[in-house]
């Protein structure tokens, strides 16, 4: 049964290769596109910026419509925080992937600016670019439809097209991660009814105003640097305490061993 589902994935892999493999063409031989395409692959204001910055206008547009707007800004939020946290769980319980910057068989050829140990032992399935971000341009598409295409597009083209050029991400690795981001965002807003999440947040920001904005204003920064800094210390957090386990372990066995050396 494995080989046969392994055999079934063969037509999808080779699907990978050959446009991770065509995108390579481009990269390695022109230094300016290079440094062009990892500086809007790295920009956290051409990524989450652009979207934390269109949620905020929303939120102090005032109209007839302005408490249910909010009340979508606020569920679409907390999908997109459900769909980062979904992304790097689905990353460390699916099977291991090897980006295609360090997949041997590809033997791409790396853009210059790219450091070759980048990302390494981060599985690249599904694209957590992706999840959030389709997450989020579904979200704009509900409130503002012409701009909803755009935030489509943009999520396309300028955050997870980059992310294939640079051999960080299969083109696969981005479609799931796709599919993935708007459906975790859809069942957001089928769930989270305004009474469960939105209005209680709402009551906060009128009560507590202080407290509300400057919490809304560290969780909208995480959202658009994608948690990169919690996410970096809860490694190094974990880095920590397997050393410091280790360590106490030696020592231990140390001790123990140690009368008998007498």
Same mark, same amino acid.
């Given at each position: 049964?494995?080989?046969?589902?392994?055999?079934?994935?063969?037509?999808?892999? !080779?699907?990978?290769?050959?446009?991770?493999?065509?995108?390579?063409?481009?990269?390695?031989?022109?230094? %300016?596109?290079?440094?062009?395409?990892?500086?809007?692959? #790295? !920009?956290?204001?051409?990524?989450? $910026?652009?979207?934390?910055?269109?949620?905020?206008?929303?939120?102090?547009?005032?109209?007839?419509?302005?408490?249910?707007?909010?009340?979508?800004?606020?569920?679409?939020?907390?999908?997109?925080?459900?769909?980062?946290?979904?992304?790097?769980?689905?990353? =460390?319980?699916?099977?291991?992937?090897?980006?295609? *910057?360090?997949?041997? %068989?590809?033997?791409?050829?790396?853009?210059?600016? &790219?450091?070759?140990?980048? *990302?390494?032992?981060?599985?690249?399935?599904?694209? #957590?670019? %992706?999840?959030?971000?389709?997450?989020? %341009?579904?979200?704009?598409?509900?409130?503002?439809?012409?701009?909803?295409?755009?935030?489509?597009?943009?999520? !396309?083209?300028?955050? /997870?097209?980059?992310?294939?050029?640079?051999?960080?991400?299969?083109?696969? #690795?981005?479609?799931? $991660?796709?599919?993935?981001?708007?459906?975790?965002?859809?069942?957001?807003?089928?769930?989270?009814?305004?009474?469960?999440?939105?209005?209680?947040?709402?009551?906060?920001?009128?009560?507590?105003?202080?407290?509300?904005? /400057?919490?809304?204003?560290?969780?909208?920064?995480?959202?658009?640097?994608?948690?990169? #800094? &919690?996410?970096? =210390?809860?490694?190094? !957090?974990?880095? =920590?305490?397997?050393?410091?386990?280790?360590?106490?372990?030696?020592?231990?066995?140390?001790?123990?061993?140690?009368?008998?050396?007498?």
């Amino acid at each position: 049964m494995l080989h046969d589902f392994a055999a079934s994935l063969a037509p999808i892999i !080779s699907w990978d290769h050959t446009v991770s493999l065509w995108l390579n063409g481009f990269a390695g031989s022109n230094p %300016a596109l290079d440094r062009f395409v990892y500086n809007i692959a #790295d !920009s956290a204001m051409l990524k989450g $910026g652009l979207f934390m910055a269109f949620f905020w206008w929303l939120w102090f547009k005032r109209d007839d419509a302005t408490t249910e707007r909010r009340q979508t800004i606020l569920t679409a939020l907390a999908g997109a925080i459900s769909a980062i946290a979904i992304a790097r769980v689905l990353q =460390l319980l699916l099977p291991f992937r090897e980006r295609p *910057l360090h997949n041997d %068989a590809l033997n791409l050829t790396p853009p210059t600016v &790219v450091n070759p140990d980048t *990302l390494d032992g981060w599985s690249s399935f599904p694209s #957590d670019h %992706a999840v959030l971000f389709f997450a989020l %341009a579904l979200a704009v598409w509900r409130l503002n439809r012409p701009l909803g295409i755009f935030a489509f597009l943009w999520s !396309s083209l300028a955050i /997870c097209l980059p992310r294939v050029f640079l051999g960080y991400h299969y083109a696969t #690795d981005v479609l799931v $991660g796709a599919v993935t981001g708007i459906a975790i965002m859809q069942i957001a807003f089928a769930v989270l009814r305004p009474r469960l999440l939105a209005q209680p947040l709402l009551r906060w920001e009128k009560a507590h105003a202080t407290s509300f904005y /400057c919490a809304a204003f560290v969780a909208s920064l995480e959202l658009a640097v994608l948690f990169q #800094d &919690v996410r970096q =210390l809860t490694t190094d !957090s974990l880095y =920590l305490v397997n050393h410091l386990t280790v360590t106490q372990a030696v020592a231990t066995e140390a001790t123990a061993v140690q009368p008998g050396l007498k």
